[in-house]
């Protein structure tokens, strides 16, 4: 059984940075694709980085490409993200998420489990 628990959410000023971790439960987390997803007040879920089983392959957002950075280690059953030069924009409740058949793409839709969500928030 997979469950996903995020961490390492919170306020933070812009410029700043965060990491977050989403740690697995489950046997068989490294069997699976990983991604982040977020939601910000108002808006449809964005998806927002993405790893491969092997940690070989990563894919990013356009909006956060250069300043996020995602990655995985199998032996913890946990992948995390990392988030440098955070703007105000970046709010939102960031989910991690697993797809457990085929190669991941950037679609919100290939995700077959999902974690309950952290808050994200940065101040101007």
């Known amino acids: 059984q997979v469950r996903l628990v995020e961490s390492g959410g919170g306020l933070v000023q812009a410029g700043g940075s965060l990491r977050l971790s989403c740690a697995d439960s489950?046997?068989?987390?490294?069997?699976?694709?990983m991604g982040w997803i977020r939601q910000a007040p108002g808006k449809e879920r964005e998806f927002v980085a993405g790893?491969?089983?092997?940690?070989?392959?990563?894919y990013y957002a356009d909006s956060v490409k250069g300043r996020f950075t995602i990655s995985r280690e199998n032996a913890k059953n946990t992948v995390y993200l990392q988030m440098n030069s955070l703007k105000p924009e970046d709010t939102a409740v960031y989910y991690c998420?697993?797809?457990?058949?085929?190669?991941?793409?950037?679609?919100?839709?290939?995700?077959?489990?999902w974690g309950q969500g952290t808050q994200v928030t940065v101040s101007s």
């Open positions: 998420a697993a797809r457990a058949i085929g190669a991941l793409t950037r679609s919100l839709y290939q995700f077959d489990y």
């Open positions: 489950g046997r068989t987390f490294r069997t699976y694709g």
């Open positions: 790893i491969s089983v092997s940690g070989d392959s990563t």
